[in-house]
């Protein structure tokens, strides 16, 4: 295994199950991520019971992936993605409440990279709540997930740990859930790597 394919393999394939799950319950057919990145294979991704549109076109669901953070106005990010969906918003944001974001961090500064993952102080659940309440959306889920093996948010000084792992746990062809994505929420705020809100347009 190349660099960090298996922490980016496990988030991937936790965030892809999540989508599909929401698109089966709420009966979604048209989804969107903004901004159009490669997450999901290049943005090929659809879902058993939806399509892929074109950015023009309306759409049920549009979903953002560590992106809230990134942007210096982070309210506005949520403004654009609003003018963008009929009815659902799905955003996930890094987690910092994990206290491995911080060493992350600190790994950062003791290699002399620049951080390039965002602000950490707008990784938090709470101001993402806050931003996507205050633009007129109701929030009807929200969840704390990506829990793998290495519970810390280490992927980027976590090779030193691959060594001490069996290959099988690193098979990024065949990725499933860890035991610990089932964790009570309390846990998981504060070991998962990511938080999502998936909220509903309100109808005024």
């Known amino acids: 295994m190349e660099g960090l394919g298996f922490g980016t ?84 944001i890094q987690n910092n409440r994990n206290p491995g974001l911080t060493l992350h961090w600190f790994y950062h500064k003791i290699i002399g990279k620049e951080w390039d993952h965002g602000k950490i102080g707008k990784m938090s659940p709470k101001k993402l709540r806050k931003a996507v309440t205050k633009n007129n959306f109701t929030i009807l889920e929200d969840d704390f997930h990506d829990l793998p093996w290495f519970i810390l948010d280490v992927y980027e000084c976590g090779h030193f740990l691959k060594k001490l792992v069996p290959r099988s746990l690193l098979n990024e062809q065949d990725v499933k859930p860890s035991k610990f994505e089932g964790w009570p929420r309390i846990i998981k705020s504060f070991l998962a790597h990511h938080y999502q809100v998936l909220a509903e347009k309100s109808k005024s």
């Open 9 to 92: 393999a496990y988030e991937t394939a936790i965030f892809r199950e999540s989508i599909d799950r929401l698109v089966k319950k709420y009966q979604i057919k048209r989804v969107l991520e903004y901004p159009i990145t490669n997450l999901l294979n290049d943005f090929q991704y659809k879902a058993s019971t939806g399509q892929i549109g074109p950015p023009e076109t309306n759409h049920d669901l549009v979903w953002s992936f560590c992106h809230f953070e990134q942007n210096e106005d982070s309210d506005q990010f949520i403004d654009d993605l609003a003018d963008k969906t009929n009815r659902y918003l799905l955003v996930a």
